[in-house]
């Protein structure tokens, strides 16, 4: 079965950094694209990036382009993302997605993302 664990959520004040983690089993990560994806109680869901299998292509959304570093471990069939310069508003739920097998570059539509982690909290916070 599929399976999608997000770590490494935590409290940071503003302008800080942090790493999550996204460890996979029950496919074929190698071959698989990959995406990152946050929620917030009041806007809803945002997707934030995808990364395709080989790790040679990526994609940010506006929000986080020059902040956010997608990356991929085949070897470990583990996904990445290193957040810097974090602000109030990146507060949310951060979850790990595997797309649709028939969705298209970028994945960045709800539609898209057939699994999800349950998340893990990211909160800015002074």
């Known amino acids: 079965q599929v399976q999608l664990v997000e770590s490494g959520g935590g409290v940071v004040p503003p302008g800080g950094s942090l790493t999550l983690s996204c460890t996979t089993s029950?496919?074929?990560?190698?071959?698989?694209?990959m995406t990152w994806l946050r929620h917030h109680p009041r806007r809803g869901i945002e997707w934030l990036s995808s990364i395709n299998s080989a790790g040679d292509d990526v994609a940010y959304a506006d929000s986080v382009k020059g902040r956010f570093t997608i990356a991929r471990d085949n070897a470990n069939s583990a996904l990445f993302l290193q957040m810097n310069d974090l602000r109030p508003d990146d507060t949310a739920v951060y979850r790990c997605?595997?797309?649709?097998?028939?969705?298209?570059?970028?994945?960045?539509?709800?539609?898209?993302?057939?699994?999800w982690g349950r998340g893990t909290q990211v909160t800015v916070s002074s």
């Open positions: 997605a595997k797309p649709n097998t028939r969705s298209t570059w970028p994945h960045s539509s709800e539609y898209t993302w057939a699994y």
């Open positions: 029950g496919f074929t990560f190698s071959t698989t694209p």
